[in-house]
C-alpha cells in the first residue's frame, strides 16, 4: 500500500464525500446542509496537509489530515464560507468553527482527522496512514503526534492505542455538545523517536 502526498483537483469531490461520511454525523450542524458541506470541503481542502492512499484505479480510498503552521486539511477561509453559505450562514459558521480550533505546540503534529472508504476498512489503510503520519511528523521536526477522538469512537481509539498513542486527557466543553458531537473528547498523544 502507497501513502502519497497531496491529492488532485479532481479528487476534491471524493476527499469531501469521504471526509463528510466520517465526520457529517458531528459536525452537520455547523458544516450542513450536505449539499453546502461537501462543497465547502472540496473547495477548502489543502492537498499539502494530506497523506492518501489511492487504490489500483486511483480513486482515493483513505486520507490522513494535518494542521502546520500554514494550514490544515479542511483549510477554507472565510472567503470560502461566504461562498457555500452567504454572508449571514458564514458569520455564524466562523464563530462554530473556531472553537473547534485546536492548535498544536511547536514540538507536535496535530492529526485533524483520519478517514477510510468504509468498504476498504479492516484492511490495513488507517495504520499505513498514522504510520505516514508518523514519518512525516519526524521529517518535520516534531517530536510527537496529537489528536482528540470522540467519546464513542471506540474503534479509531483502540487503533491510535495499538499504534501507540496514550489518553493524556479528557476535554468536556457543553457549547460544543450543542453544536456537534464533539462535547466530549480524548486527547491522546504519541511519542516520536528521531
Not at 31 to 53: K, M, N, T, W, Y
Not at 133 to 155: F, I, P, Y
Not at 175 to 183: H, R, T, V
Request: with cysteine; charged share 25%; hydrophobic share 45%.
Amino acid at each position: 500500500m502507497i501513502v502519497r502526498r497531496g491529492f488532485g483537483p479532481d479528487d476534491r469531490p471524493r476527499l469531501a464525500e469521504l471526509y463528510w461520511g466520517a465526520f457529517g454525523p458531528k459536525l452537520g450542524r455547523v458544516l450542513g446542509p450536505e449539499r453546502r458541506a461537501l462543497d465547502f470541503i472540496a473547495i477548502s481542502a489543502s492537498p499539502q496537509h494530506a497523506l492518501c492512499v489511492f487504490d489500483d484505479s486511483d480513486a482515493l480510498v483513505g486520507v490522513a489530515g494535518f494542521q502546520s503552521a500554514f494550514g490544515s486539511l479542511v483549510a477554507g477561509d472565510y472567503q470560502d464560507l461566504v461562498a457555500v453559505y452567504g454572508p449571514l450562514g458564514a458569520a455564524w459558521r466562523a464563530l462554530a468553527l473556531r472553537m473547534l480550533e485546536r492548535p498544536a505546540a511547536r514540538d507536535e503534529l496535530m492529526v485533524d482527522g483520519i478517514f477510510v472508504d468504509p468498504a476498504w476498512r479492516g484492511r490495513g489503510i488507517g495504520t499505513a496512514l498514522i504510520e505516514a503520519l508518523a514519518r512525516e511528523a519526524v521529517t518535520l521536526g516534531r517530536s510527537s503526534l496529537r489528536l482528540e477522538v470522540a467519546a464513542g469512537n471506540d474503534r479509531a481509539r483502540a487503533l491510535y492505542e495499538e499504534r501507540g498513542f496514550v489518553a493524556v486527557s479528557r476535554r468536556i466543553r457543553p457549547a460544543l455538545s450543542l453544536l456537534c458531537g464533539l462535547g466530549r473528547t480524548t486527547m491522546m498523544v504519541r511519542k516520536l523517536t528521531r
